[in-house]
Nanobody, 115 residues
Framework: VQLVESGGGLVQAGGSLRLSCAAS????????MGWYRRAPGKQRELVAG???????NYADSVKGRFTISRDNAKNTVYLQMNSLKPEDTAVYYC??????????WGQGTQVTVSS
């Protein structure tokens, strides 16, 4: 089972990045998918989640700036991040909740926003 993230990097404040996370090797259907982040010295927090049907929820801190989407045929979830702020700097992790009640995690991708 693998969740492979891509799209992180260094960007200036006000810029944009698009994260992708592709799941493979999971024999069960995937229900919800999402993105978490962990900033230095802080606890991991939910950024956004999306159900298989496409219903999304967001942390208050990213509402209006980030958009989560998914392609069920590809078992892939995306996070479009616009108007990035230095406080968005963190390691971003994707997750996938399979029908076998196991939550799978990606390895994380670094997002750094410079001021």
């Amino acid at each position: 089972v693998q969740l492979v993230e891509s799209g992180g990097g260094l960007v200036q404040a006000g810029g944009s990045l698009r994260l992708s996370c592709a799941a493979s090797g999971i024999c069960f259907s995937i229900n919800a998918m999402g993105w978490y982040r962990r900033a230095p010295g802080k606890q991991r927090e939910l950024v956004a989640g999306i159900t298989r049907e496409g219903s999304a929820n967001y942390a208050d801190s990213v509402k209006g700036r980030f958009t989560i989407s998914r392609d069920n045929a590809k078992n892939t979830v995306y996070l479009q991040m616009n108007s990035l702020k230095p406080e968005d700097t963190a390691v971003y992790y994707c997750n996938a909740d399979a029908q076998n009640a196991i939550r799978y995690w990606g390895q994380g991708t670094q997002v750094t926003v410079s001021s």
